[in-house]
Every structure is written in structure tokens, then in C-alpha cells.
């Protein structure tokens, strides 16, 4: 194949690993005894920093909704399940080539929700939620490259006749 394509399957590969890792690694605390939770994040991390400066200073300005999801526990499980499941569902679908457009819509939308919510720009604008997410995006809107199983779910019957399930495809 060209390079193009094995470029986008790099990409594919690396941030869906990303991405799995992640939901993994908390499903795995849950597992163990130790369950993750989003509320010490909403609580805690939600302020924001501006280069040098004080880190108990406040400058996003909708820490007080996240501080309030992160209050509710109702919410917060919510978010949990969200979280983890989101990030493994994402991961595999990126790494397969599965639902690869709706795959990186969802990363590109999960990382734009978690940089608005940290707002931190301590080390600068550039963190590794921007990164995931505008790759995630890419990946959106290229579509999934020739190494993907969106290239045989397009030729089945089913999807023929159901013409929107190829707006999710790559």
C-alpha cells in the first residue's frame, strides 16, 4: 500500500493504544479494588494555571460546574462509566479501523471535554489532550486508511442497504 495509507494506520494504531491504555488502566483499578473516579479530577484539577503562575489561582471559568459534578455522585459514576468506556470503545475502534469516524469524532469530542476542563496552560497550550484530540479529529476527517476493517463492513449487504452507517466509516 502507499504511504499515506500506512501513515494513517500508524496514527490510528498509536493514539487508539493511547486511548485503550488509558481506559484500561482504569478498568483494571476497578478490578483490583482500588476504583477510579473522576470526582477528585472535577474537584481538584479544574482550576486552570497561566504560565508562572500561582497555582491556587483560579482562571477557568467554569470551575465551579466541574467542582459541582465532581460534588454529585450521581454524576460523578456516570462519568466513570463514560470515561473508562469511552476510552476502551475509542481505542479498539480506532486501532481495528472499526467505526473509525465515529471513533475519532467521540476521541476528538472526550479530549475537547477534558481540555476545557483542566484549562492549565502552566507548560502552555500544548498538552496531550489538544494532541490526542486534533489527531483524533484528523483521523475523522481523513477516514481510516486502507488497513481497516471499515473497508470490509462497507461491502457488506446490510451496510448497502442502510446508507448512513457509511457516515461512520472510514
Given at each position: 500500500m502507499?504511504?499515506?495509507?500506512?501513515?494513517?494506520?500508524?496514527?490510528?494504531?498509536?493514539v487508539g493504544a493511547g486511548f485503550l491504555f488509558a481506559g484500561l488502566d482504569?478498568?483494571?483499578?476497578w478490578a483490583s479494588g482500588t476504583p477510579f473516579t473522576a470526582g477528585g479530577f472535577l474537584k481538584f484539577a479544574t482550576g486552570g494555571q497561566w504560565l508562572g503562575s500561582d497555582p491556587k489561582t483560579v482562571i477557568n471559568?467554569?470551575?465551579g460546574f466541574w467542582v459541582s459534578l465532581g460534588g454529585n455522585a450521581t454524576a460523578v459514576s456516570i462519568i466513570n462509566?463514560?470515561?473508562?468506556?469511552?476510552?476502551?470503545a475509542i481505542g479498539v475502534a480506532l486501532i481495528l479501523?472499526?467505526?473509525?469516524?465515529?471513533?475519532?469524532?467521540?476521541?476528538a469530542l472526550m479530549m475537547?471535554?477534558?481540555?476545557?476542563?483542566q484549562m492549565s496552560f502552566a507548560t502552555g497550550p500544548f498538552n496531550?489532550?489538544?494532541?490526542?484530540?486534533?489527531?483524533?479529529?484528523t483521523i475523522a476527517y481523513v477516514g481510516a486508511g486502507a488497513y481497516a476493517l471499515d473497508s470490509v463492513v462497507?461491502?457488506?449487504?446490510?451496510?448497502?442497504?442502510?446508507?448512513?452507517?457509511?457516515?461512520?466509516?472510514?
Open positions: 502507499d504511504r499515506t495509507s500506512r501513515g494513517i494506520f500508524f496514527l490510528r494504531a498509536v482504569k478498568f483494571f483499578m471559568p467554569a470551575h462509566y463514560l470515561v473508562v468506556f469511552g476510552e476502551i479501523g472499526l467505526a473509525t469516524r465515529f471513533a475519532g469524532v467521540c476521541g475537547a471535554l477534558f481540555y476545557v476542563a496531550e489532550q489538544l494532541v490526542y484530540g486534533v489527531i483524533a479529529g462497507a461491502r457488506l449487504p446490510i451496510t448497502q442497504r442502510i446508507p448512513v452507517v457509511k457516515y461512520a466509516l472510514g
